[in-house]
């Protein structure tokens, strides 16, 4: 059976591009809406990635789209949670969301702790940053890396296959492009 990546689509213009990655990569996926997402889609995908979103946590009450991913606690299904996607993954874990300076250009990000996540990834990389958001660091997660403009730019799960960057990789030209590799690379598949 072919391994099936998922992709939330939380509302990002960005989402497609993960979409155009993965067929690069020659890679089985499908792309659902956070509106038509169901713990079926979360339980049965081999691989998870949460885009996005025009939503701001602060500004809206969170816990419906908590909710949503509440299932990726009981089940050990790697997981990517960019942007929005690594706010609610640190939320779901404790971490508290909060205003942060505007950021929506390139932005270097300084790595903290060494991490497979960045492979070959140079120290000091730049990546495309969108967001006015930022969500702190829970005892459950390592620091991976920050930026000027946020304390935690990347972490991963301690003990769970999360992992989370507040940058936009998927338009990130070759640096994003060799995160998310680099992120395939490091999930292990069901079996």
């Given at each position: 059976?072919?391994?099936?990546?998922?992709?939330?689509?939380?509302?990002?213009?960005?989402?497609?591009h993960f979409g155009?990655?993965?067929?690069?990569?020659?890679?089985?996926?499908?792309i659902?809406?956070?509106?038509?997402?169901?713990?079926e889609?979360?339980?049965?995908?081999?691989?998870?990635?949460?885009?996005?979103?025009?939503?701001?946590?602060?500004?809206?009450?969170?816990?419906?789209?908590?909710?949503?991913?509440?299932?990726l606690?009981?089940?050990d299904?790697?997981?990517?949670?960019?942007c929005?996607?690594h706010?609610?993954?640190?939320?779901?874990?404790?971490?508290?969301?909060k205003?942060?300076?505007?950021?929506?250009?390139l932005?270097t990000?300084k790595?903290?702790s060494p991490?497979?996540?960045f492979?070959?990834?140079?120290?000091?990389?730049?990546?495309e940053?969108d967001h006015c958001?930022s969500?702190?660091?829970?005892?459950?997660f390592?620091l991976?890396?920050?930026?000027?403009?946020?304390?935690?730019?990347?972490?991963?799960?301690?003990?769970l296959?999360?992992?989370g960057?507040?940058?936009?990789?998927?338009?990130?030209?070759?640096?994003?492009?060799l995160?998310?590799?680099?992120?395939?690379?490091?999930?292990?598949?069901?079996g």
């Amino acid at each position: 059976m072919e391994i099936q990546h998922l992709i939330v689509n939380c509302g990002s213009v960005k989402t497609k591009h993960f979409g155009e990655i993965l067929t690069q990569e020659n890679l089985n996926y499908s792309i659902v809406t956070i509106e038509s997402l169901t713990e079926e889609h979360l339980i049965n995908a081999d691989k998870i990635i949460i885009s996005g979103a025009p939503i701001l946590l602060t500004e809206v009450d969170s816990v419906p789209y908590l909710k949503k991913f509440e299932i990726l606690k009981t089940i050990d299904t790697p997981v990517l949670g960019v942007c929005f996607g690594h706010q609610i993954l640190g939320m779901l874990e404790g971490g508290e969301i909060k205003r942060t300076t505007e950021a929506r250009s390139l932005e270097t990000i300084k790595q903290t702790s060494p991490s497979p996540l960045f492979h070959a990834i140079p120290q000091n990389s730049v990546f495309e940053e969108d967001h006015c958001e930022s969500v702190t660091l829970s005892d459950s997660f390592q620091l991976l890396a920050h930026s000027q403009s946020c304390e935690n730019e990347a972490m991963q799960h301690k003990t769970l296959n999360w992992w989370g960057v507040q940058f936009h990789p998927e338009v990130s030209e070759d640096y994003g492009t060799l995160l998310l590799q680099n992120w395939l690379n490091l999930c292990t598949t069901k079996g």
